[in-house]
Protein backbone atom coordinates (compact mmCIF):
# COMPACT_ATOMS: atom_id res chain seq x y z
CA UNK A 1 0.00 0.00 0.00
CA UNK A 2 3.04 2.04 0.02
CA UNK A 3 2.36 3.71 3.65
CA UNK A 4 -0.99 5.67 1.86
CA UNK A 5 -4.19 5.46 3.99
CA UNK A 6 -7.08 3.29 2.28
CA UNK A 7 -9.77 6.20 0.74
CA UNK A 8 -12.52 6.25 2.93
CA UNK A 9 -16.09 5.73 1.13
CA UNK A 10 -19.13 7.67 1.02
CA UNK A 11 -22.62 6.34 0.01
CA UNK A 12 -25.03 9.16 -0.59
CA UNK A 13 -29.05 8.30 0.38
CA UNK A 14 -30.57 11.75 -0.71
CA UNK A 15 -28.55 14.52 -2.21
CA UNK A 16 -27.49 16.01 1.07
CA UNK A 17 -27.42 12.97 3.18
CA UNK A 18 -24.67 11.17 3.14
CA UNK A 19 -23.68 7.87 4.71
CA UNK A 20 -19.83 6.23 5.17
CA UNK A 21 -21.47 3.10 4.23
CA UNK A 22 -24.14 1.21 1.63
CA UNK A 23 -27.20 0.36 3.52
CA UNK A 24 -26.91 -3.35 3.81
CA UNK A 25 -29.78 -6.09 5.81
CA UNK A 26 -33.27 -7.05 4.78
CA UNK A 27 -34.44 -3.31 5.00
CA UNK A 28 -31.35 -1.83 2.95
CA UNK A 29 -34.01 -1.58 -0.59
CA UNK A 30 -36.34 1.38 1.73
CA UNK A 31 -33.22 3.35 3.29
CA UNK A 32 -33.78 5.96 0.07
CA UNK A 33 -37.43 6.14 0.16
CA UNK A 34 -37.37 6.49 3.84
CA UNK A 35 -34.90 9.97 3.37
CA UNK A 36 -36.79 11.19 0.76
CA UNK A 37 -40.32 10.91 3.42
CA UNK A 38 -38.57 12.83 6.06
CA UNK A 39 -37.19 15.19 3.21
CA UNK A 40 -40.87 15.92 2.11
CA UNK A 41 -42.06 16.00 5.80
CA UNK A 42 -40.21 18.98 6.02
CA UNK A 43 -37.35 17.76 8.46
CA UNK A 44 -34.23 19.52 8.81
CA UNK A 45 -31.12 18.76 7.27
CA UNK A 46 -29.24 16.68 10.62
CA UNK A 47 -32.44 15.26 11.84
CA UNK A 48 -33.20 13.38 8.36
CA UNK A 49 -29.49 12.38 8.70
CA UNK A 50 -29.84 10.98 12.21
CA UNK A 51 -33.28 8.91 10.80
CA UNK A 52 -31.72 7.68 7.99
CA UNK A 53 -28.27 6.34 9.89
CA UNK A 54 -30.26 4.90 12.38
CA UNK A 55 -32.45 3.43 9.94
CA UNK A 56 -29.53 1.93 8.03
CA UNK A 57 -27.55 0.67 11.17
CA UNK A 58 -30.96 -1.15 12.57
CA UNK A 59 -31.17 -2.63 9.27
CA UNK A 60 -27.86 -4.14 8.96
CA UNK A 61 -28.00 -5.50 12.95
CA UNK A 62 -30.95 -7.27 11.39
CA UNK A 63 -28.45 -8.75 9.41
CA UNK A 64 -26.51 -10.02 11.69
CA UNK A 65 -29.11 -11.09 14.19
CA UNK A 66 -30.23 -13.23 10.95
CA UNK A 67 -33.64 -11.25 10.99
CA UNK A 68 -35.78 -11.85 8.00
CA UNK A 69 -37.40 -9.38 6.84
CA UNK A 70 -41.51 -10.77 7.85
CA UNK A 71 -40.26 -11.23 11.42
CA UNK A 72 -38.83 -7.91 12.83
CA UNK A 73 -41.00 -6.35 14.49
CA UNK A 74 -40.74 -2.86 17.70
CA UNK A 75 -39.81 -5.67 20.29
CA UNK A 76 -36.45 -5.95 17.57
CA UNK A 77 -35.38 -1.56 17.59
CA UNK A 78 -35.60 -1.32 21.48
CA UNK A 79 -33.14 -4.46 21.64
CA UNK A 80 -31.19 -3.06 18.73
CA UNK A 81 -31.18 0.04 20.50
CA UNK A 82 -30.01 -1.24 23.67
CA UNK A 83 -27.36 -2.90 21.95
CA UNK A 84 -25.87 0.16 20.16
CA UNK A 85 -26.09 2.00 23.61
CA UNK A 86 -23.15 -0.34 24.68
CA UNK A 87 -21.11 1.29 22.04
CA UNK A 88 -22.77 4.83 21.19
CA UNK A 89 -24.15 7.10 23.44
CA UNK A 90 -27.91 7.31 23.17
CA UNK A 91 -29.49 10.55 21.83
CA UNK A 92 -32.72 11.71 22.49
CA UNK A 93 -35.23 10.93 19.72
CA UNK A 94 -33.72 7.81 18.35
CA UNK A 95 -36.22 5.31 19.79
CA UNK A 96 -38.97 8.02 18.15
CA UNK A 97 -36.95 7.90 14.58
CA UNK A 98 -37.11 4.21 14.73
CA UNK A 99 -40.72 3.88 15.49
CA UNK A 100 -41.42 6.30 12.71
CA UNK A 101 -39.40 4.14 10.29
CA UNK A 102 -41.41 1.28 11.20
CA UNK A 103 -44.57 3.03 10.61
CA UNK A 104 -43.47 4.24 7.07
CA UNK A 105 -42.79 0.49 6.45
CA UNK A 106 -46.29 -0.56 7.54
CA UNK A 107 -47.68 2.34 5.31
CA UNK A 108 -46.19 0.81 2.39
CA UNK A 109 -46.72 -2.82 3.37
CA UNK A 110 -42.80 -3.92 3.75
CA UNK A 111 -43.95 -4.99 7.61
CA UNK A 112 -46.94 -6.36 8.78
CA UNK A 113 -49.48 -4.50 11.20
CA UNK A 114 -48.43 -6.07 14.88
CA UNK A 115 -51.61 -7.46 16.54
CA UNK A 116 -52.05 -4.97 19.75
CA UNK A 117 -53.09 -6.94 22.61
CA UNK A 118 -56.72 -6.90 22.81
CA UNK A 119 -58.43 -4.73 25.00
CA UNK A 120 -61.59 -5.99 26.43
CA UNK A 121 -64.23 -3.13 26.44
CA UNK A 122 -66.28 -3.24 29.56
CA UNK A 123 -69.82 -1.93 29.84
CA UNK A 124 -69.11 1.27 30.86
CA UNK A 125 -67.04 2.28 27.89
CA UNK A 126 -69.49 0.38 25.54
CA UNK A 127 -71.99 3.02 26.38
CA UNK A 128 -70.05 5.93 26.53
CA UNK A 129 -68.95 5.29 23.00
CA UNK A 130 -72.31 4.90 21.92
CA UNK A 131 -73.46 8.56 23.72
CA UNK A 132 -70.52 10.23 21.55
CA UNK A 133 -71.35 8.93 18.37
CA UNK A 134 -74.95 10.47 18.94
CA UNK A 135 -73.21 13.58 19.69
CA UNK A 136 -70.91 13.44 16.76
CA UNK A 137 -73.78 12.66 14.47
CA UNK A 138 -77.49 13.28 15.88
CA UNK A 139 -76.74 16.44 17.81
CA UNK A 140 -73.32 16.91 14.85
CA UNK A 141 -71.29 18.87 18.00
CA UNK A 142 -67.78 19.77 17.75
CA UNK A 143 -65.38 17.18 18.48
CA UNK A 144 -64.17 19.59 20.90
CA UNK A 145 -67.40 19.63 22.90
CA UNK A 146 -67.66 15.86 22.58
CA UNK A 147 -64.08 15.34 24.30
CA UNK A 148 -65.00 17.77 27.37
CA UNK A 149 -68.40 15.68 27.64
CA UNK A 150 -67.50 11.80 27.83
CA UNK A 151 -64.88 11.94 30.58
CA UNK A 152 -67.86 13.12 32.86
CA UNK A 153 -70.13 10.70 31.47
CA UNK A 154 -67.24 7.75 32.04
CA UNK A 155 -67.05 9.08 35.56
CA UNK A 156 -71.14 8.90 36.26
CA UNK A 157 -71.22 5.51 34.73
CA UNK A 158 -68.13 3.95 36.87
CA UNK A 159 -69.55 5.62 40.03
CA UNK A 160 -73.06 4.06 39.65
CA UNK A 161 -72.34 0.86 38.30
CA UNK A 162 -68.33 -0.25 38.44
CA UNK A 163 -67.24 -2.52 36.35
CA UNK A 164 -70.48 -4.31 36.02
CA UNK A 165 -73.31 -4.22 33.71
CA UNK A 166 -74.79 -0.47 32.91
CA UNK A 167 -77.87 -0.83 33.56
CA UNK A 168 -79.54 2.83 33.39
CA UNK A 169 -82.98 1.73 33.84
CA UNK A 170 -81.59 1.45 37.57
CA UNK A 171 -80.81 5.08 37.70
CA UNK A 172 -81.99 7.21 40.42
CA UNK A 173 -82.64 10.89 40.87
CA UNK A 174 -80.42 10.69 44.01
CA UNK A 175 -77.42 8.82 42.11
CA UNK A 176 -77.68 11.72 39.82
CA UNK A 177 -77.85 14.62 42.74
CA UNK A 178 -74.91 13.12 45.12
CA UNK A 179 -72.71 12.39 41.76
CA UNK A 180 -72.67 15.93 41.08
CA UNK A 181 -72.53 17.51 44.85
CA UNK A 182 -69.56 15.05 44.91
CA UNK A 183 -67.55 15.81 41.53
CA UNK A 184 -68.40 19.66 41.67
CA UNK A 185 -66.48 21.10 44.39
CA UNK A 186 -63.53 19.68 43.11
CA UNK A 187 -63.41 21.16 40.16
CA UNK A 188 -63.33 25.08 38.65
CA UNK A 189 -67.30 26.32 38.62
CA UNK A 190 -67.15 26.46 34.40
CA UNK A 191 -65.59 22.91 34.70
CA UNK A 192 -68.28 21.94 36.99
CA UNK A 193 -71.04 23.67 34.20
CA UNK A 194 -69.58 21.48 31.62
CA UNK A 195 -69.77 18.72 33.64
CA UNK A 196 -73.88 19.39 34.43
CA UNK A 197 -74.45 20.19 30.61
CA UNK A 198 -73.01 16.60 30.09
CA UNK A 199 -74.96 15.09 32.33
CA UNK A 200 -78.20 16.13 31.40
CA UNK A 201 -77.65 15.63 27.36
CA UNK A 202 -76.28 11.65 28.37
CA UNK A 203 -79.83 11.88 30.99
CA UNK A 204 -81.87 13.62 27.75
CA UNK A 205 -80.51 10.60 25.48
CA UNK A 206 -80.88 7.77 27.80
CA UNK A 207 -84.48 8.87 27.97
CA UNK A 208 -85.09 9.46 24.36
CA UNK A 209 -83.27 5.86 23.70
CA UNK A 210 -86.00 4.29 26.58
CA UNK A 211 -83.36 2.92 28.86
CA UNK A 212 -85.08 5.12 31.51
CA UNK A 213 -88.67 5.99 32.31
CA UNK A 214 -88.09 9.24 34.56
CA UNK A 215 -86.91 12.64 33.19
CA UNK A 216 -83.74 12.41 35.17
CA UNK A 217 -82.30 15.69 34.30
CA UNK A 218 -84.20 17.58 36.07
CA UNK A 219 -82.67 16.08 38.96
CA UNK A 220 -79.15 17.50 38.13
CA UNK A 221 -78.55 20.28 40.37
CA UNK A 222 -77.47 23.51 38.65
CA UNK A 223 -73.78 25.19 39.54
CA UNK A 224 -74.37 29.00 40.40
CA UNK A 225 -73.95 30.99 37.03
CA UNK A 226 -71.21 33.19 37.83
CA UNK A 227 -70.76 34.37 34.11
CA UNK A 228 -72.09 38.10 35.10
CA UNK A 229 -69.77 38.97 38.27
CA UNK A 230 -66.90 40.01 35.90
CA UNK A 231 -66.10 41.96 32.79
CA UNK A 232 -65.25 39.50 30.19
CA UNK A 233 -60.84 39.21 30.28
CA UNK A 234 -60.19 40.97 26.94
CA UNK A 235 -56.46 41.83 25.96
CA UNK A 236 -56.41 45.76 25.16
CA UNK A 237 -56.41 47.42 21.50
CA UNK A 238 -53.00 48.53 22.02
CA UNK A 239 -51.51 45.39 23.26
CA UNK A 240 -53.25 43.73 20.05
CA UNK A 241 -51.58 46.47 17.84
CA UNK A 242 -48.16 45.90 19.78
CA UNK A 243 -48.17 42.03 19.25
CA UNK A 244 -48.78 42.31 15.79
CA UNK A 245 -45.89 44.62 15.27
CA UNK A 246 -43.83 42.93 17.16
CA UNK A 247 -43.98 39.62 14.62
CA UNK A 248 -41.46 39.48 12.18
CA UNK A 249 -42.60 38.61 8.42
CA UNK A 250 -39.91 37.79 6.85
CA UNK A 251 -40.14 34.45 8.45
CA UNK A 252 -42.34 31.67 7.59
CA UNK A 253 -43.56 31.05 11.24
CA UNK A 254 -43.96 34.58 11.47
CA UNK A 255 -46.36 34.91 8.50
CA UNK A 256 -48.44 32.04 9.33
CA UNK A 257 -48.77 33.16 13.45
CA UNK A 258 -49.67 36.97 12.19
CA UNK A 259 -52.15 35.46 9.97
CA UNK A 260 -54.15 33.55 12.57
CA UNK A 261 -53.78 36.58 15.16
CA UNK A 262 -55.08 38.34 13.08
CA UNK A 263 -57.97 36.23 12.28
CA UNK A 264 -58.95 36.35 16.18
CA UNK A 265 -58.38 40.12 16.56
CA UNK A 266 -60.37 41.25 13.09
CA UNK A 267 -63.25 38.34 12.94
CA UNK A 268 -62.93 37.10 16.78
CA UNK A 269 -62.66 33.51 15.30
CA UNK A 270 -62.73 30.70 18.15
CA UNK A 271 -59.34 28.45 18.49
CA UNK A 272 -61.00 25.83 17.03
CA UNK A 273 -62.83 27.50 14.42
CA UNK A 274 -59.08 28.81 12.94
CA UNK A 275 -57.66 25.31 13.20
CA UNK A 276 -60.28 23.44 11.22
CA UNK A 277 -60.16 26.69 8.46
CA UNK A 278 -59.65 25.24 5.20
CA UNK A 279 -58.34 26.44 1.69
CA UNK A 280 -61.58 25.66 0.41
CA UNK A 281 -63.56 28.00 2.87
CA UNK A 282 -61.25 31.26 1.56
CA UNK A 283 -63.47 32.75 -1.96
CA UNK A 284 -60.88 35.01 -3.05
CA UNK A 285 -63.26 36.66 -5.46
CA UNK A 286 -66.06 37.39 -3.36
CA UNK A 287 -63.71 38.49 -0.42
CA UNK A 288 -65.70 36.42 1.99
CA UNK A 289 -64.49 33.38 4.35
CA UNK A 290 -66.38 30.51 5.34
CA UNK A 291 -66.39 29.85 9.34
CA UNK A 292 -67.00 26.34 10.81
CA UNK A 293 -68.33 27.24 14.22
CA UNK A 294 -70.17 25.07 16.82
CA UNK A 295 -72.90 21.74 16.23
CA UNK A 296 -71.79 22.18 12.48
CA UNK A 297 -72.68 26.27 12.06
CA UNK A 298 -71.85 26.99 8.86
CA UNK A 299 -71.52 30.86 8.45
CA UNK A 300 -69.91 32.81 5.58
CA UNK A 301 -68.23 36.25 6.70
CA UNK A 302 -66.75 39.03 4.87
CA UNK A 303 -62.55 38.66 5.72
CA UNK A 304 -60.80 41.92 6.23
CA UNK A 305 -58.55 43.42 4.02
CA UNK A 306 -55.43 43.04 6.02
CA UNK A 307 -56.09 38.99 6.99
CA UNK A 308 -56.53 38.40 3.33
CA UNK A 309 -53.70 39.78 2.38
CA UNK A 310 -51.75 38.23 5.52
CA UNK A 311 -52.92 34.85 4.55
CA UNK A 312 -52.31 35.22 0.92
CA UNK A 313 -48.62 36.24 1.93
CA UNK A 314 -48.54 33.05 4.06
CA UNK A 315 -50.12 30.72 1.04
CA UNK A 316 -47.27 32.00 -1.29
CA UNK A 317 -44.63 32.14 0.81
CA UNK A 318 -45.02 30.37 3.59
CA UNK A 319 -46.78 27.13 3.79
CA UNK A 320 -44.97 23.85 3.59
CA UNK A 321 -45.85 21.98 0.50
CA UNK A 322 -48.68 19.17 1.72
CA UNK A 323 -51.90 17.08 0.60
CA UNK A 324 -53.85 18.85 3.67
CA UNK A 325 -56.71 20.97 3.03
CA UNK A 326 -56.16 22.86 5.93
CA UNK A 327 -55.20 26.84 5.87
CA UNK A 328 -52.71 26.46 8.49
CA UNK A 329 -50.20 23.98 9.22
CA UNK A 330 -47.19 23.11 12.01
CA UNK A 331 -44.12 25.13 11.59
CA UNK A 332 -41.91 22.34 12.33
CA UNK A 333 -41.87 18.73 10.60
CA UNK A 334 -43.68 16.83 10.27
CA UNK A 335 -45.86 19.04 7.85
CA UNK A 336 -49.59 18.29 8.28
CA UNK A 337 -52.60 20.06 10.10
CA UNK A 338 -52.63 21.09 14.14
CA UNK A 339 -53.99 18.48 16.43
CA UNK A 340 -56.35 21.14 17.02
CA UNK A 341 -57.57 24.38 19.13
CA UNK A 342 -54.88 23.76 21.60
CA UNK A 343 -52.29 24.69 19.20
CA UNK A 344 -54.02 28.35 18.40
CA UNK A 345 -53.45 29.01 22.15
CA UNK A 346 -50.45 27.62 22.16
CA UNK A 347 -49.04 30.16 18.96
CA UNK A 348 -50.71 33.15 21.38
CA UNK A 349 -48.99 32.32 23.78
CA UNK A 350 -45.47 32.20 22.61
CA UNK A 351 -45.98 35.69 20.78
CA UNK A 352 -46.96 37.39 24.18
CA UNK A 353 -43.91 35.62 25.38
CA UNK A 354 -41.65 36.75 22.76
CA UNK A 355 -43.18 40.25 22.23
CA UNK A 356 -42.86 40.48 26.11
CA UNK A 357 -46.67 42.26 26.71
CA UNK A 358 -48.99 41.19 29.51
CA UNK A 359 -52.11 40.22 28.92
CA UNK A 360 -55.38 39.26 30.87
CA UNK A 361 -55.25 35.36 29.80
CA UNK A 362 -52.77 33.31 27.28
CA UNK A 363 -56.09 31.81 25.30
CA UNK A 364 -56.67 32.92 21.72
CA UNK A 365 -60.56 33.99 23.32
CA UNK A 366 -59.48 37.13 24.76
CA UNK A 367 -59.36 38.61 21.44
CA UNK A 368 -63.25 37.73 20.73
CA UNK A 369 -63.52 39.52 24.26
CA UNK A 370 -61.25 42.91 22.77
CA UNK A 371 -63.34 42.65 19.37
CA UNK A 372 -66.62 42.77 21.38
CA UNK A 373 -65.53 45.48 23.94
CA UNK A 374 -64.25 47.34 20.81
CA UNK A 375 -67.44 46.94 19.03
CA UNK A 376 -69.31 48.53 22.25
CA UNK A 377 -67.37 51.47 22.64
CA UNK A 378 -68.02 52.45 18.86
CA UNK A 379 -71.69 52.22 19.31
CA UNK A 380 -72.66 48.95 17.96
CA UNK A 381 -75.33 47.26 19.61
CA UNK A 382 -75.51 43.78 21.57
CA UNK A 383 -77.57 42.38 18.59
CA UNK A 384 -75.21 43.07 16.04
CA UNK A 385 -72.15 41.90 18.26
CA UNK A 386 -74.21 38.64 18.84
CA UNK A 387 -74.27 38.47 14.96
CA UNK A 388 -70.59 38.78 14.36
CA UNK A 389 -69.54 36.44 17.19
CA UNK A 390 -72.10 33.82 15.64
CA UNK A 391 -73.91 33.40 19.19
CA UNK A 392 -76.95 31.58 19.72
CA UNK A 393 -78.37 32.59 22.13
CA UNK A 394 -78.83 36.59 23.13
CA UNK A 395 -77.98 35.79 26.88
CA UNK A 396 -74.65 34.84 25.73
CA UNK A 397 -73.89 38.32 24.38
CA UNK A 398 -75.36 40.21 27.60
CA UNK A 399 -72.04 39.83 29.73
CA UNK A 400 -71.34 42.30 27.30
CA UNK A 401 -73.59 44.75 28.27
CA UNK A 402 -71.47 45.70 31.91
CA UNK A 403 -68.29 47.05 29.65
CA UNK A 404 -69.63 49.98 29.15
CA UNK A 405 -72.31 51.07 31.63
CA UNK A 406 -73.48 54.72 29.28
CA UNK A 407 -73.98 51.92 26.72
CA UNK A 408 -75.79 49.59 28.88
CA UNK A 409 -77.99 52.54 29.97
CA UNK A 410 -78.66 53.21 26.37
CA UNK A 411 -80.45 49.81 26.35
CA UNK A 412 -82.69 50.60 29.90
CA UNK A 413 -86.56 51.00 29.22
CA UNK A 414 -87.96 54.30 30.61
CA UNK A 415 -89.88 53.93 34.04
CA UNK A 416 -93.69 53.59 33.20
CA UNK A 417 -95.38 56.60 33.97
CA UNK A 418 -92.56 58.78 33.53
CA UNK A 419 -89.66 60.13 36.28
CA UNK A 420 -90.73 60.24 39.45
Keep these: MNGEKEPIMKYIVDGDIVLSHPPDGPLAAEIKAFAEWAREQGYARYSRYRKVLLASCFSRWLKKQAIRLRGISSEHTSRYLRSRARRVRRRKGDAAALTAFLEFLRRRDILRAEQQPSHRVTAVERTTQAFAQYLQHARALAPATVVHYLPFIHRFLTDRFGHGPVRLSRLRARDVARFVQRQAPRVHVKEAKVLTTALRSFLHYARARGDTALDLAAAVPSVANWSMSSIPRAIPAESVRRLLASI ?173
Design 248 to 420: DRRTTRGRRDYAILLLLARLGLRASEVALLELDDLDWSTGQITVRGKRGRITALPLPADAGAAIAAYLRHGRPRSTSRRVFLRAHAPNGAFAGPSAIACVVRYRLERAGLPAPTKGAHQFRHALATQMLHDGASLTEIGEILRHRSPETTMIYAKVDLDALRTLALPWPGGAR
